[in-house]
Each structure stands twice: as C-alpha cells, then as structure tokens.
C-alpha cells in the first residue's frame, strides 16, 4: 500500500497548490482514502466479523436518509448492539452514528451542489427533522454552514 498512500499524498498536495474550487474538499477526500489505505493496512479483523454486521451495513447503505437505530441494526444481524458497535468500529473505524451522519452530510452536499432544493428542503430529504440541528451538523462537519457552501 504504500505505493498507494504516496500517490494520494500526493494528489492531495497538487490539488492544493492548484487552489481550484472546491479544492479544500478534493483534497480531504485523497486524505480520507489515505486513512483508508492506512487502516486496511494496519488493522485486521477477522472477514467473519465483518461479514456478520454486513446486513446492517448494507441497510445503512440504503436507508442512511431515516431515522436508524443501532437498536435496530444490531437486530438484522442477530448480535447485541453493543457487539454491533464495537465491531463497526473495528471495520470501518468509525461509530454507526457517526458514519450514519457522514452520509447524510455527504448527500446533503450534493443536494446542495445541485441548486434544486432549499435548505429546509435538503434537511427534510437527508432526515433531519429540524433545519435548525441539521444546519448546525452540517457546518461542524464541513466547516461552513449549508447557506454559504458552494
């Protein structure tokens, strides 16, 4: 992998000296697949495990947008939530929650690229219910609050 990792080094450090828009993003994006590379190379858990929390996964994966439980999770793979929690973790180095919140951020992003929906509307479509708690997530997030991104 380090190959791999060197590359993204530098591919994030071209795409800020060229200071393109969006730069800031492109480049955090080469540094997350870093993390990536660095975490698949140094850690291991067991394929089984992870293939025991892959339906809650892939639920994730296409339902991010609701309001999911780590309850409710744990219970499509047959395990206790605690054990769900900590074996995500182990994955994917990240909480459910946390990953869960990193997508809808994600998808709000792109909402918001595409200059179609409010605010209030990009809220209610990536699952918050108040406009309010999903503005404050998306700028601790992201570093800029929905109004001004783009």
Do not use: D
Not at 22 to 34: F, P, Q, R, V, W
Not at 35 to 51: D, G, I, R, W
Not at 67 to 96: D, G, R, W
Request: aromatic share 16%; hydrophobic share 35%; charged share 25%.
């Amino acid at each position: 992998n380090y190959t791999a990792i060197l590359k993204e080094f530098q591919k994030a450090e071209k795409l800020w000296k060229q200071k393109r828009t969006g730069y800031e993003y492109a480049a955090m994006s080469a540094l997350y697949k870093i993390f990536e590379l660095m975490q698949t190379e140094t850690s291991y858990v067991p394929s089984n495990k992870a293939e025991i929390i892959k339906p809650g996964y892939e639920y994730i994966s296409e339902h991010y947008t609701e309001n999911l439980s780590v309850e409710q999770l744990a219970k499509m793979c047959n395990i206790s939530h605690t054990y769900f929690k900590e074996v995500f973790t182990s994955v994917y180095n990240t909480t459910p929650k946390s990953y869960i919140i990193h997508l809808k951020i994600q998808y709000a992003c792109e909402l918001l690229k595409s200059r179609r929906y409010t605010i209030s509307e990009i809220a209610e479509i990536t699952g918050y219910q108040n406009v309010y708690y999903f503005s404050r997530t998306f700028k601790k997030i992201i570093g800029v609050a929905p109004s001004k991104y783009v």
